[in-house]
């Protein structure tokens, strides 16, 4: 157990979240149980974080990059650091955020990611951008590619899709910039992908 704290967190909120806002989990399967992986979701509310942690056990060893502006709330501040979660600036080249991910990965967390860096509310999609394959690549990490569906509401079940584990593909020892690009346009394809077949 990586993280006490969020797995008794966890262990309460998930029944009491999926109570009201169920969730159809597929491809629970394509999650590795053995070495940790970059999560890239496509996001359309606010409340995704929270569902795709749901999606997962307890004890499953998982962080997660969130803007920072969610850090300078009180209360929501001190539960989300302690959940395991850190801020990341989303205007600029984060070097911290960029660091504490990999740091997170090689200490055996999982670490979800939403590449588009903003919520999505009219279905369009925005170039992703490319630091979540940088992530992936100097960590020596797979990528898994989620889709949760937009259409969110009090209990009607909302699909949480889980893809294939993605291998980046790159030259060199650390790739290059156009590589992160590419690798992590692939996931997010194969992410919207799995929510055209819903």
């Given at each position: 157990?990586k ?28 999650v ?11 996001h ?6 929270v569902l ?10 998982v ?9 300078s ?7 989300i ?20 991910s990999?740091g997170?990965l ?12 903003t ?11 490319s ?10 990490v ?11 509401g009090?209990?009607?079940?909302t ?5 294939a584990p ?15 690009q590419?690798?992590?346009d692939?996931?997010?394809?194969r992410?919207?992908a799995?929510g055209?077949?819903?």
């Open positions: 157990m993280n006490p704290f969020y797995y008794h967190v966890h262990r309460i909120a998930r029944h009491i979240v999926t109570f009201f806002f169920p969730i159809k989990v597929s491809g629970i399967e394509n590795p149980a053995d070495r940790p992986v970059v999560f890239c979701a496509n359309t509310s606010g409340f995704d974080p795709i942690c749901c999606a997962f056990k307890s004890d499953y060893p962080r997660l990059m969130a803007k920072k502006q969610l850090f709330i009180p209360g929501l501040s001190w539960l650091r302690n959940m395991g979660a850190f801020p990341v600036d989303r205007g600029h080249s984060d070097i911290s955020a960029v660091k504490h990999i997170a090689r200490d055996g967390f999982s670490l979800i990611i939403f590449p588009e860096g919520r999505i509310r009219d279905g369009k999609r925005l170039e992703p951008k630091g979540a394959a940088m992530i992936a690549i100097r960590s020596g797979q990528m898994v590619p989620v889709y949760i569906k937009k259409a969110k009090m209990f009607h079940k699909p949480v899709v889980f893809g993605y291998d980046p593909v790159y030259t060199g020892r650390k790739g290059t910039a156009e590589e992160y590419q690798n992590t692939t996931v997010m394809d992410a919207y799995m055209e077949q819903l």
